[in-house]
């Protein structure tokens, strides 16, 4: 079992910078793959970014890709999503998500074990 804690969102200016960082119980943080994801209202939840177990291996969306960057610290239990450079169309909730099977970290929600209860990110224009 894992539980996992966002911290970090909040509202910012379009340009402006935020980094994310998910908290991990339990021992055993470094066999999971992690991913952040995003949800806008009304639409499905997106994969932002994942980073593989070892920390080694990432993979960006395309809308971010330049602008955002995924990391862990296995020491900390922690993962985080540092953001800049926000845009409005970033708002969202953001969710942190530990992925058990997959090496470096699945691109699609269902594929996740484990889910934070989400952190509000809001860029003004």
């Known amino acids: 079992q894992v539980q996992l804690r966002e911290s970090g969102g909040g509202l910012v200016q379009a340009g402006g910078s935020l980094r994310l960082s998910c908290a991990a119980s339990?021992?055993?943080?470094?066999?999971?793959?992690m991913g952040w994801f995003r949800q806008a209202p009304g639409k499905e939840r997106d994969v932002v970014a994942t980073?593989?177990?070892?920390?080694?291996?990432?993979y960006y969306a395309d809308s971010v890709k330049g602008r955002f960057t995924i990391s862990r610290d296995n020491a900390k239990n922690t993962v985080y999503l540092q953001m800049n450079d926000l845009k409005p169309e970033d708002t969202a909730v953001y969710y942190c998500?530990?992925?058990?099977?997959?090496?470096?970290?699945?691109?699609?929600?269902?594929?996740?074990?484990?889910w934070g209860q989400g952190t509000q990110v809001t860029v003004s224009s």
């Open positions: 998500a530990a992925d058990r099977k997959s090496l470096r970290g699945s691109t699609w929600p269902v594929e996740y074990d484990y």
């Open positions: 339990g021992r055993t943080f470094s066999s999971f793959a």
């Open positions: 980073i593989s177990r070892s920390g080694i291996s990432t």
